[in-house]
């Protein structure tokens, strides 16, 4: 799945060479795959795992969509209320990651953070890209901000962060951040001019 990301990625890269006015930038570059395992309260197996969005890249006359699917993606948003009621765990933050889509002529999209807390023991898995390299942008636009996850300790409240792929035992009360990539930015931003100063009197 995150190979079938990157190599749309490289095809756009390659094709924005022959095709500058139909191409867009790098979009978030991966599937932000999250998976949670364990025993609930009642003694009951669970098994979690869904995708997480992020931002497109823009394009030579548009800006890019924040916080979708792109590419592969086909998967629906999952309601918050459906989440907490199918599993021990609780969606502490979820929207809009705002400045992570690349600066440029169009903007990259933003991406997303998406925060749970578990509230019993669990095995969490993360396979995700993009964070160490960027989404690229194209024609002097900036690339997007890099994915970041974060495990928040709930006995000290320290925020560690975590490679791209991981896969650990988090204890109850231990809460896991997933901060997608923006899209590149596409074109150079134009310069803003200084305000004119009035004339002296």
Known sequence: METSQRIVDALFGALAKALPDR?????????????????????QPFAYYETLGGGHGAGPSWDGASGMQAHMTNTLNTPIEAFEHQFPMRVTRYG???????????RGGDGLVREIELLVPASVTVIA????????????????????????????????ELPGKFQAQFLAGDKLRV???????FGRAPRTRPARKGRPR
């Open 23 to 43: 191409i867009p930038a790098a979009s978030y570059g991966t599937m932000n795959n999250v998976l949670v395992g364990g025993t609930d309260r009642r003694g």
């Open 96 to 106: 809009l990651r705002p400045g992570s889509g690349g600066a440029g002529r169009h």
């Open 129 to 160: 890209e993009r964070r160490t390299l960027a989404p690229y942008g194209l024609k002097g636009g900036a690339p997007g901000r890099r994915g970041r996850n974060v495990r928040i300790h709930a006995r000290t409240g320290r925020a560690e």
């Open 179 to 185: 901060e997608s990539p923006g899209g590149g930015g």
